[in-house]
C-alpha cells in the first residue's frame, strides 16, 4: 500500500535521511554505555557500543529507509517500531545459536548448562533484545526529529519548504 495522498511537504529528504541514520545511535549508545559504566571503562564501552549500534543502523536502516520511504507515512509512531526492529534484530538472531559447551548462570540460576539453553536463559536473553529494541526505539526517536521533525515544524508554521 502506497501513500501518494499526503503532501509532498510531509516527505523527507534522502540526504537527510541518511544523516539521521548516522547520528540516531549516538544517544542510545551512550545511554547504553552509561548503565554498562558502573563496571568501568565508559568511553571504551562507547565506543565499541557505537561502532556496533552504527553497523546496524547502516546495514539495516538503509535498505529500510529506501524501501520504506515512499511506502509509510513519516509519523513518529513508526520510527520508533523501525528504529527497535532495526537494533534489535542482530541481537535475536544472535541469540538464536546455541552457546557451545558453556555454563553460565544469572543470580545463581543457570541460563545455559552443557550448551544448552534453559528456559530461565530464554527469558533473560529475550529480556536483552527487549531492552536493545527499548534503545533502538529512542533512536527511532532521534531519527525522526532529524529527518522528519524540523519538516513538520516549517508546516506548523506555514511555510511549504523544508531547508
Known amino acids: 500500500m502506497t501513500y501518494r495522498a499526503w503532501n509532498i511537504e510531509e516527505r523527507f529528504s534522502l540526504r537527510r535521511g ?16 552509561l548503565a554498562l559504566g558502573a563496571y568501568g571503562m565508559p568511553t571504551e564501552i562507547f565506543v565499541a ?4 549500534a552504527e553497523i546496524c543502523a547502516l546495514t539495516l536502516g538503509i535498505p529500510a529507509l529506501l524501501v520504506l520511504r515512499n511506502k509509510v507515512q513519516p509519523r513518529l509512531v513508526w520510527a520508533l517500531i523501525y528504529g527497535g526492529f532495526v537494533a534489535a534484530f542482530p541481537w535475536f538472531v544472535i541469540s538464536l545459536f546455541p552457546a557451545d559447551g558453556l555454563d553460565a548462570w544469572t543470580n545463581g540460576i543457570p541460563t545455559v548448562v552443557d550448551g544448552q539453553l534453559t528456559w530461565f536463559g530464554f ?22 526529529f532529524i529527518a522528519v521533525g524540523r519538516a513538520r515544524l516549517l508546516i506548523v508554521k506555514g511555510k511549504l519548504r523544508d531547508d
Not at 49 to 52: A, K, P, R, Y
Not at 127 to 132: N, P
Request: glycine share 10%.
Open 123 to 144: 527469558q533473560m536473553r529475550m529480556l536483552f533484545v527487549a531492552g536493545i529494541f527499548a534503545l533502538g526505539a529512542v533512536g527511532g526517536a532521534v531519527f525522526w
Open 49 to 52: 557500543i557505537l561502532m556496533v
Open 18 to 33: 541518511l544523516a539521521a541514520l548516522v547520528v540516531a545511535p549516538i544517544l542510545p549508545s551512550m545511554i547504553l554505555a
